[in-house]
């Protein structure tokens, strides 16, 4: 299994509170993804990473931000977390991002927001 | 806009089925499309991926196939399993970054 680990694997927390979800990888692949999986929608890239500190949006980017400070490092902070940010949330890598490498996912962060 | 589709949404069936998962897509300009297994509470697990050029996998027993002009893709599932139990996503890479999109996949039920 590819080495990434998500974390806190559980959170709750309020409306209005900043929160920040780590990926950590082991693989020293390029390429880093954060999704989202809510019933009725499957799952939607919320931002990528193709480097260290070269980040791009998503489909449903707006009330997230990234960085990508060191090559195994990924987070994901919700500035002030609204009710419709409930949801796991993925983080998948991928050596070279282009269509000959599949990706690799976490186990996933379920984030509840109260 | 790129839009994925799995039908049915869920399949139950009895051990030792042969069967047949289809995924269907919008726009043919893509680079690869991917099979993945999540099993619940889990993360997706990559079962196969087909580039563009390609016309199908395989991978045990399992057979994915890929019609770009018609917007299809198949996996099949030869001599289904209990431990088959899981659901099913195909998702495109429309931009060769590895921005997939997802269909909502089909949940497969193997009734020993």
């Known amino acids: 299994d590819a080495g990434i680990t998500q974390s806190p694997r559980h959170k709750v927390t309020e409306t209005g509170t900043p929160v920040t979800l780590r990926c950590h990888q082991t693989?020293?692949?390029?390429?880093m993804y954060w999704y989202r999986q809510d019933p009725g929608h499957g799952l939607r890239l919320i931002h990528y990473?193709?480097?260290?500190?070269?980040?791009d949006k998503g489909e449903v980017s707006d009330g997230y931000s990234v960085s990508r400070s060191k090559t195994e490092d990924f987070l994901l902070t919700l500035e002030s977390a609204t009710s419709s940010q409930t949801s796991v949330y993925f983080c998948?890598?991928?050596?070279?991002?282009?269509?000959?490498?599949?990706?690799?996912f976490g186990d996933g962060t379920r984030l509840s927001i109260l | 806009k790129q839009e994925v589709t799995q039908i049915p949404a869920a399949l139950s069936v009895p051990e030792g089925e042969n069967l047949v998962l289809n995924c269907s897509f919008t726009?043919?300009?893509?680079?690869?499309l991917q099979w993945f297994r999540q099993d619940p509470g889990k993360g997706l697990t990559s079962l196969l991926l087909?580039?563009?050029?390609?016309r199908e996998q395989t991978s045990g027993r399992l057979n994915a196939s890929l019609d770009k002009s018609s917007g299809r893709s198949t996996l099949y599932i030869a001599a289904s399993q209990p431990g088959d139990s899981a659901t099913y996503l195909c998702?495109?890479?429309?931009?060769?970054?590895?921005?997939?999109?997802f269909g909502q996949g089909t949940t497969l039920q193997v009734k020993p």
């Open positions: 087909i580039q563009s050029s390609q």
């Open positions: 998702a495109v890479d429309a931009s060769n970054t590895g921005k997939l999109i």
């Open positions: 990473s193709y480097g260290v500190k070269d980040t």
């Open positions: 693989e020293n692949h390029r390429y």
């Open positions: 998948a890598i991928s050596e070279y991002g282009g269509s000959y490498q599949p990706q690799h």
């Open positions: 726009d043919s300009a893509i680079y690869n």
